[in-house]
Structure formats: structure tokens, C-alpha cells
């Protein structure tokens, strides 16, 4: 369960950065890379209950993935990766090698993990 | 209703600011760094010891960081093969942070070390997103957890650069192909590479040290 000290961190961080922005706080918006080994459900519970008693309390955290994508030295091709798994119940993991000569790939997208926008109502006392 | 956006900075950016400081921290002092991670029960601690013993067979000076919930066992036996160690009980985290690195580095003699290993909680998963800032991140797996460890934890293994498997000589009394392992992990990480070791008998460690570049003195790095 590490996706508390991941939401600690986050909460942390963020807080002092609101505070030259007024209203409620309704939602925030994290971006996270498909390789992030976190899970949404985990760190959706994590922010409700961590957020308590803080500007972000009551809040909606909503975690958008971001795909993965590469780039290959060695023949400049730039895109997805082949995927392994997916049959059945597993889901498919990116493959971080060259689909078009199979080289090793610099990773461009997939290992991020940030807060995009935070969504902000006007009123600050109102409930609903 | 309005937005508020951001600059992308990542939400870990305070543990990468930390992984980095050790990171240049450790290579300032010409200290090479091995993290070792896996699941309970297989042979990070006797990796780490083999290494202790092989390594200064090497000509090199090794000192450890021993992470567990609690205790100090970890910590004594690497202390008894002359290991200069520090204990570190994370309690109830379930991953040591760079920041618990850092402090840990104070109270080693970092000059007179040549290969730093830490070894962090037994967990496969949580300490992933956690990087410590060492040079190479080591996961040990063991044949007795089952062949399907890398089908089962592939995210993991995708980025895992050097993977051990660890207890083959036991793969026979527990019906395990250690080939089945072999073949899943070089499917998610075609570049990735893999030692099969009987770390009791020392066996498949050497190629592993050597992989690691811990191949001779400290003054190549």
C-alpha cells in the first residue's frame, strides 16, 4: 500500500500551492504513466482519507493513465511499444524494446505521475 | 466552476531530488551502489553476504544498508562476514525512501567503501516507485515462489534491468522450470539480464558481480 505515502506526498505538495487560489476544490487530476506500478482504486482511497482535515477534503481525485511511448536510437522510429500478455483476464503490459528492429528504447511517456489541473468552484462554503 | 493547471513536475519530485543527492553523494566518494529488492524468503540476504565474501576476494570493500520492518538480523550477519553496516526498521512502511538512505549514508565511512548494497524491505511491488539512488536496482526471485512470477508481476520485470532467480537447486523438488522464468522475462524485457543462482552454494554469483562491473578495483569508476 505505498500508494499512501505517494497521496502524502502529493497532498503535501499541493496544498501550498493553492493557496493563492481561492474557491472549493472539487477535483484533482493526476496523470499517471501505464509503467507506475500504483493502483487508481488505492489511491483514490488513500487521497479521501488522507486529504481529511485540509483544503482538498471532499474533493474528487480522478486518475487519467498516460500510454507508453518510445523512441529508438538505433532506427529513430518514435511510438507505442509492442505489448506482452493480454489474453484471457491479464491485462497487457507495454514491452520497452524497438517494435520495428528490436533494439533497447529510451522511454518518452508512461513513467510519469502528476497533477494536471485542479478543478475549483467559486463559492467556498457551499456544499453541493 | 474554474482550473487551476499545473507544470508536470512529479508528484515523487522530492524523492527524486533525494535519490539524486545520493546519487552524487555516492559517486563523489567513488562508491558503487547496488540496490537489492524482492519478495520475503528469496536470498537477498545471502546474495548480499556471497557478495560480502566474493567481493573482497576482489580486492573490495563492501558496506551495507540492512532494511526491515524491525529487527536487526539482516544487519548481523552482515556485520559478522565484516561487512560496515547500518540497520535501518522502516516499522510499517512497506519500502524504504531516499530520504531514510540519506541518513543512513551518514553514519557509514563512505571512504573507505567501494561497493554500497541495499538491501530494502522484503516486497516486490511497493519500493518500485521508490527510487534510492543507486547505481543498479538487483530483484531476487527464488524458484520456490513459482514459475509464473514474472507472469504475475510483469510491470515490475519490464523495468528490471537484472533479475536473479534464485534456489535452482531446488526447482526439481518443487516442480518448477526455471526455463518457463527465463522465457516470460526475456518476453516483457528483451534487453534485461537474467543470473540463475544457488546462492547457498555461491553458485551464479560471479556473473552477476561481474554484470554489475564489480569486476575490480574501485579506481575504474
Known amino acids: 500500500m505505498h500508494e499512501y505515502a505517494v497521496v502524502d506526498e502529493l497532498i503535501g505538495a499541493l496544498v501550498p500551492r493553492l493557496a493563492e487560489h481561492p474557491g472549493r476544490v472539487r477535483a484533482v487530476v493526476v496523470r499517471k504513466g501505464e509503467l507506475r506500478i500504483l493502483s487508481d482504486h488505492a489511491l483514490v482511497n488513500a487521497f479521501e482519507i488522507l486529504a481529511r482535515g485540509t483544503r482538498l477534503e471532499g474533493a474528487d481525485l480522478v486518475v487519467e493513465t498516460v500510454a507508453t511511448a518510445v523512441s529508438c536510437p538505433a532506427c529513430g522510429y518514435q511510438g507505442p511499444t509492442g505489448r506482452f500478455g493480454g489474453e484471457g483476464d491479464h491485462f497487457s503490459i507495454p514491452v520497452l524494446s524497438c517494435p520495428q528492429c528490436g533494439s533497447d528504447v ?18 467556498s462554503t457551499a456544499n453541493g | ?78 556485520l559478522a562476514r565484516g561487512a560496515k553496516s ?41 519500493p518500485a516507485d521508490f527510487p534510492l539512488g543507486a547505481d543498479a536496482e538487483v530483484v531476487v ?5 513459482g514459475d509464473d512470477m514474472v507472469r504475475k508481476h510483469p510491470k515490475i520485470f519490464a523495468q528490471t534491468d537484472f533479475v536473479v532467480v534464485n534456489k535452482v537447486d531446488l526447482a526439481p523438488a518443487v516442480g518448477v ?19 540463475l543462482t544457488s546462492l547457498r552454494r555461491g553458485e551464479g554469483l560471479d ?3 561481474d554484470a554489475l562491473g564489480l569486476g575490480c578495483t574501485s579506481t575504474q569508476w
Open chain 1, 106 to 123: 529510451r522511454v518518452d511517456a508512461g513513467r510519469e505521475l502528476y497533477v494536471d489541473h485542479v478543478t475549483l468552484s467559486d463559492d
Open chain 2, 1 to 78: 466552476m474554474h482550473d487551476v493547471r499545473f507544470t508536470g513536475e512529479d508528484i515523487l519530485a522530492r524523492q527524486l531530488e533525494l535519490a539524486e543527492a545520493n546519487y552524487r553523494r555516492l559517486r563523489e566518494k567513488h562508491v558503487r551502489s547496488i540496490s537489492v529488492l524482492g519478495a520475503i524468503g528469496s536470498g537477498k540476504t545471502t546474495l548480499v553476504e556471497q557478495a560480502i565474501d566474493r567481493l573482497r576476494g576482489r580486492g573490495l570493500r563492501v558496506a551495507t544498508i540492512a532494511a526491515d520492518s524491525a529487527g536487526d538480523d539482516d544487519h548481523r550477519r552482515f
Open chain 2, 86 to 126: 547500518v540497520n535501518v526498521n522502516t516499522q510499517d512502511d512497506c519500502h524504504l525512501d531516499a530520504h531514510t538512505v540519506d541518513h543512513a549514508l551518514d553514519a557509514l565511512p563512505l571512504e573507505e567503501v567501494d561497493v554500497l548494497f541495499i538491501e530494502n524491505v522484503g516486497n516486490l511491488i511497493c
Open chain 2, 141 to 145: 526471485i527464488s524458484v520456490t515462489e
Open chain 2, 177 to 195: 522450470d526455471p526455463k518457463r522464468i527465463v522465457d516470460d522475462y526475456s518476453a516483457v524485457n528483451p534487453h534485461g539480464k537474467l543470473f
Open chain 2, 207 to 209: 556473473e552477476l558481480l
